[in-house]
């Protein structure tokens, strides 16, 4: 039997399959089956079976009849659907383990329908961003992004580089406030006590200039910066249904912290982040107004003070959201709901525990690499 089937028809930022892996470190037994190829050209992706590309009777959720997979999902210990993809494939999955991930637009524009279909089957709902909270989802729990923090090794600025290099590399600058980055930058530019300390590379114009590049070659030039600026669009107009909240950090910010860079991102949620995670290394701008002082206060740090902020980001999402801590959320939250096989009733509450880990025998866990990363977190 599979422990963990994974099917979506689009895997947005390669997500999913970050995910899938996670679920792979905690010793999970993890199919993951998607329709479509990402247009990014990640190196490393999901299983793609076009099976999964039949024509969407629904968009809200993603809505899709795959009767094929029924042997398939019956012969699942926990089906996992991923970005707010329904797959239908008249199984009775009301008799099944039903995890549910939600981490976008799909699910932003209407969540009423979305909950219509999965909460009666979801025993778990994952929601990647925070502004998703709060919408009727069955069980919700949130679960950022995870990072491949090993791959994506950092780089800090040399001391030889006098100026910062800041850079903004929008997908869409027209959902990421490029306008509003490209304002304040200007005002920047024409100061002369701080132009000759940065320079800004990136995204000149929110009209007619594609900014996106295959994954890698993305990185490459987030490598070859210093600091990044994400994103400044507090809400987004989301035609019939009016502006809905969406200044929040995705995955863009948790690769460039990743690749050791400092971040200046939106976020509307922080005391929610706070609760959650804790501290967050990102630096937090909804305003034209802050976002000029952070960049001031960042532009004119000493060499040494500013490689500092670039290494506490990185230290900040090695602990919160690498490969590693991922997994262990995403078992605490939600996967040792289906596996209590996993631990007997004699293991500790694993919270700060630190612990050799020859003492997993001892400490009632039955599955020696899931007791070697909790113990160890």
């Known amino acids: 039997m599979i422990d963990v089937l994974m099917v979506t028809q689009n895997d947005w930022a390669n997500t999913g399959y970050r995910f899938s892996k996670c679920l792979e470190f905690l010793g999970l037994r993890v199919l993951y089956l998607k329709g479509v190829p990402h247009h990014l050209r990640y190196p490393q992706q999901g299983t793609i079976d076009r099976t999964l590309t039949a024509p969407a009777l629904a968009r809200h959720p993603v809505y899709i009849n795959v009767p094929s997979y029924k042997a398939l999902m019956e012969g699942s210990h926990v089906v996992h659907f991923i970005a707010s993809t329904f797959v239908n494939t008249g199984a009775d999955l009301t008799q099944k383990n039903v995890v549910v991930q939600h981490g976008g637009s799909t699910y932003r524009i209407d969540p009423l329908s979305c909950n219509k279909i999965f909460n009666p089957v979801a025993d778990q709902t994952i929601v990647q961003c925070p502004d998703l909270l709060g919408l009727g989802a069955e069980n919700e729990h949130l679960i950022y992004y995870p990072v491949d923090t090993e791959l994506l090794a950092p780089s800090f600025k040399p001391a030889e580089r006098e100026k910062i290099k800041i850079g903004h590399f929008p ?180 919270n700060n525990l630190v612990t050799p880990q020859s003492d997993w025998i001892e400490l009632g866990f039955k599955n020696q690499q899931l007791a070697e990363i909790v113990i160890k977190k």
Not at 207 to 218: D, I, L, Q, T, Y
């Open 171 to 350: 997908s869409t600058p027209t959902t990421k406030g490029t306008d509003v980055i490209l304002e304040v930058i200007g005002r920047l530019l024409a100061d002369p006590e701080l132009k000759d300390h940065f320079e800004y590379v990136g995204a000149t114009n929110i009209w007619g200039e594609s900014h996106r590049v295959p994954w890698e070659a993305n990185l490459q030039r987030m490598k070859e910066c210093d600091l990044l600026i994400e994103t400044q669009k507090p809400f987004l107009e989301l035609g019939p249904t009016g502006p809905k909240p969406y200044g929040e950090w995705g995955n863009t910010a948790i690769e460039a912290a990743s690749l050791g860079k400092v971040v200046v991102t939106n976020s509307l949620t922080s005391d929610l982040y706070a609760r959650e995670y804790g501290d967050c290394a990102l630096n937090i701008s909804n305003s034209p107004e802050e976002l000029e002082t952070i960049l001031r206060r960042l532009i004119m740090l000493p060499h040494a003070a500013f490689v500092e902020e670039q290494k506490k980001t990185r230290d900040w999402v090695v602990k919160s959201h690498s490969m590693k801590a991922t997994a262990i959320r995403l078992w605490e939250k939600v996967y040792s709901n289906f596996f209590p096989e996993k631990w007997t009733e004699e293991a500790p509450n694993m």
